[in-house]
Structure formats: C-alpha cells, structure tokens
C-alpha cells in the first residue's frame, strides 16, 4: 500500500512519509493493541522504537482506515500485491 507516500501530499509535510519497513512495523504493533487498549497511540509510538509520535500512529491509522473504506466502497480498486516476497 502507497499510504506513506499520500501521507505526505495530503498533510504536505514530507518529513510524515513512512517506509515501508515503518508501515510494515506498524502493522504489526497494531495487531497487538487493539482499539480498546488503553494509551494506545502511545504504546504503539513505543513499540515502534519511537521513531513516530503517538499522534503520527494515529493519523497514519485514520489514513489506514480511509483507504480500507475507498477499497471497501469501489473507489479504488483493490491492490495488487505481489505475492512472492511483497513484504521484503
């Protein structure tokens, strides 16, 4: 997924574009707190080294959520991932 770099046009702060390891990383911090952990942001800025504030996490989640939906709803269509070594 290309969010990183929307990321970065929609807000027009290129320093906010995530990598792709980022986004990977993310991904899967995510995946141990869920939405009703408390401080989540927070411990998902932690778990990712620090490396992004807790409102970085979030916004890149609300961005996340965004392009599900588009997907969801026919406006874009659905990715084609490689899938031999896509998250290498």
Known sequence: MSSGSRSSSRNGNAASEWSKKE??????????????TPDRWHKVSRAMGGSRTADEVRRQYELLQE????IENGRIP??????????N
């Open 23 to 36: 986004n990977k990383l993310f991904e899967q911090v995510l995946a141990c707190y869920g939405e009703g």
């Open 78 to 87: 659905f990715p084609k991932y490689n899938t031999q070594g896509a998250w």
């Open 67 to 70: 392009d599900i939906q588009s």
